[in-house]
């Protein structure tokens, strides 16, 4: 279910998200309970150490449980066509190693869909119209 991307670089945009969900898989886990079956309440005390635990626990259990956390976080935003186009590619790549369920995005493919509507359209090159001659039949 979490394995790593180890697939040769792709852009910088999707290489970025798959790094990213990589050093979530990666964390050290030998010093967590190995029986720990989620979130628990947060500590009562003010104890440094048994906050960065509970921290640490409840980190792990995100990543274990929502692979695309670190994935989508380092998504690129899409507020301009060469960045929405790397959000698409990001997109793709998330769903094609199951790092992004088919249901989110879907909704995050839309989601780039209106972000490209409500962008200025881009100028088209000024085009010289040439007209071109009309055949004359021979009479």
């Known amino acids: ?18 790094e990213a969900r990589n050093r979530m898989i990666e964390l050290d886990r ?13 500590p009562k005390t003010n104890d440094i150490r048994e906050q960065f ?7 792990l259990y ?3 449980n929502d692979p695309s956390l670190a994935y989508r976080s380092n998504m690129p935003q899409p507020t301009t066509r060469e960045a929405i186009q790397e959000y698409i590619a990001c997109v793709l790549h998330g769903i094609a190693i199951e ?5 989110c995005g879907t909704k995050l493919l839309y989601g780039a869909q209106v972000a ?9 090159e ?12 021979p009479a």
């Open 126 to 137: 000024k085009r010289t119209h040439t007209p071109t001659p009309l055949l004359q039949t």
């Open 1 to 18: 279910m979490n394995s790593p991307c180890t697939h040769e670089p792709l852009s910088p945009a999707v290489q970025r998200c798959c």
């Open 99 to 103: 790092a992004i369920d088919q249901a």
């Open 53 to 59: 635990e509970f921290q640490t626990k409840a980190l």
């Open 62 to 64: 995100l990543a274990d």
């Open 116 to 124: 490209v509507g409500v962008l200025p359209k881009p100028e088209k």
């Open 30 to 42: 030998s010093s967590l309970d190995p029986n720990f079956k989620g979130i628990s309440d947060p």
